[in-house]
């Protein structure tokens, strides 16, 4: 059968292959996309304030904690609701009910505001029997040794 015109291939179709190296790049750009959205949420949930500086700071888990913040302006917000002080008592006690025992407290006040502003909200926090209280400062830049 020299005349045959099959060519020597066995169906005449190519099968479909799937490439696998551009599938593990989009799965790396995912993964990758996903954890620096993830490290930008454990960020404090108050609003933005210039925050005092502190040697000592540690790091601390944000979840599970209220943040209050005390505005330069002496306002007040819970997470980032402005609240007045009536809200901002009436919330304290609700989140004291929902979490009793592990209720934690973030004060993020701005560097300016009025020390008896967060005095107060340090002694209404306490009044209602939470006893963990954080203050957020932001870490104070090393200092230099003979200028360099």
Same mark, same amino acid.
């Given at each position: 059968?020299?005349?045959?015109?099959?060519? %020597?291939?066995?169906?005449?179709? @190519?099968?479909?292959?799937?490439?696998?190296?551009? !599938? $593990?790049?989009?799965?790396? =750009?995912?993964?990758?996309?996903?954890?620096?959205?993830?490290?930008?949420?454990?960020?404090?949930?108050?609003?933005?304030?210039?925050?005092?500086?502190?040697?000592?700071?540690?790091?601390?888990?944000?979840?599970?904690?209220?943040?209050?913040?005390?505005?330069?302006? %002496?306002?007040?917000?819970?997470? @980032?609701?402005?609240?007045?002080?009536?809200?901002? !008592? $009436?919330?304290?006690?609700? =989140?004291?009910?929902?979490?009793?025992?592990?209720?934690?407290?973030?004060?993020?006040?701005?560097?300016?505001?009025?020390?008896?502003?967060?005095?107060?909200?340090?002694?209404?926090?306490?009044?209602?029997?939470?006893?963990?209280?954080?203050?957020?400062?932001?870490?104070?830049?090393?200092?230099?040794?003979?200028?360099?």
């Amino acid at each position: 059968m020299a005349g045959s015109s099959s060519g %020597g291939s066995s169906g005449g179709r @190519k099968k479909a292959r799937i490439e696998i190296i551009p !599938l $593990i790049d989009v799965i790396f =750009f995912l993964l990758a996309t996903f954890v620096l959205f993830t490290l930008s949420l454990n960020r404090s949930m108050g609003l933005r304030v210039l925050l005092p500086e502190s040697e000592t700071g540690e790091p601390r888990d944000p979840s599970g904690t209220a943040t209050i913040t005390v505005t330069q302006e %002496g306002t007040m917000a819970w997470d @980032k609701d402005p609240v007045t002080l009536d809200e901002f !008592l $009436i919330r304290l006690k609700e =989140f004291h009910m929902e979490h009793p025992d592990d209720a934690r407290i973030l004060i993020n006040a701005d560097t300016e505001s009025s020390y008896s502003s967060v005095i107060y909200v340090l002694d209404e926090v306490r009044k209602t029997g939470i006893q963990k209280v954080l203050i957020e400062t932001r870490v104070k830049p090393a200092a230099t040794v003979n200028g360099v």
